[in-house]
Nanobody, 125 residues
Framework: QVQLVESGGGLVQPGGSLRVSCTAS????????VAWFRQVAGKEREGILC????????TYTDSVRGRFFITRDHVKNTVYLQMNSLKPEDTAVYYC??????????????????WGQGTQVTVSS
């Protein structure tokens, strides 16, 4: 089954780090740009970062600039979101998604047609 699966979420203290993973099943993730989004209950889903097939990255949310990083592991068919200096306001469900295009098209969810199930990240002391 063609799908994206996120993992690695959890509880972390403010100032801590966490890495979440997005692994593709039944297709090659290297063929597409991949984006990370997050959503807080009651709020719209927010685009965070995207990585193209040439590993060019785009930041959609200024609040994560310099703290969050997106990378690929071409062998493991996985895209990672490395989150550093975490803040309570980073608490959300984190999703990976692809528009099945080679470039990062937008930080708006409507452009993406394949989503993972999400993983909860909670930043709290």
């Amino acid at each position: 089954q063609v799908q994206l699966v996120e993992s690695g979420g959890g509880l972390v203290q403010p100032g801590g780090s966490l890495r979440v993973s997005c692994t593709a099943s039944e297709f090659t993730l290297d063929d597409y740009a991949v984006a990370w989004f997050r959503q807080v209950a009651g709020k719209e889903r927010e685009g965070i970062l995207c990585i193209s097939t040439s590993d060019f990255t785009t930041t959609y949310t200024d609040s994560v600039r310099g703290r969050f990083f997106i990378t690929r592991d071409h062998v493991k068919n996985t895209v990672y979101l490395q989150m550093n200096s975490l803040k309570p306001e980073d608490t959300a469900v984190y999703y990976c998604a692809t528009a099945r295009m080679s470039t990062c098209v937008s930080g708006l969810p409507l452009f993406y047609n394949l989503w993972g199930q999400g993983t909860q990240v909670t930043v709290s002391s």
